[in-house]
């Protein structure tokens, strides 16, 4: 199934990909991968701020959410 969301978000099909990635979440909320694609479906930046501090839940230090989730919460 990520693979799928990964060429609907390829595809600039982010619904699509969240959608797939929810179910995912669903199923393993401890799913890194998903976690990680789902900052690039969210709709809004409440959503990828979520998304990051789901990242670094299961990767704490991670250098990308962590970079990612700094320069959101300045704006």
Partial sequence: MLN???QHLKAGET??????LTTVLRQDRDN?????MMV???RSDKERIFA???VLR????DPWASG???DLEEA
């Fill in 4 to 6: 799928e969301a990964l």
């Fill in 15 to 20: 619904d699509k990909a969240r959608d797939i």
């Fill in 32 to 36: 890194l991968r998903a976690w990680g």
């Fill in 40 to 42: 690039q479906a969210a």
């Fill in 52 to 54: 990051l501090k789901e």
């Fill in 58 to 61: 299961l990767k704490p230090g």
């Fill in 68 to 70: 990612m989730l700094a």
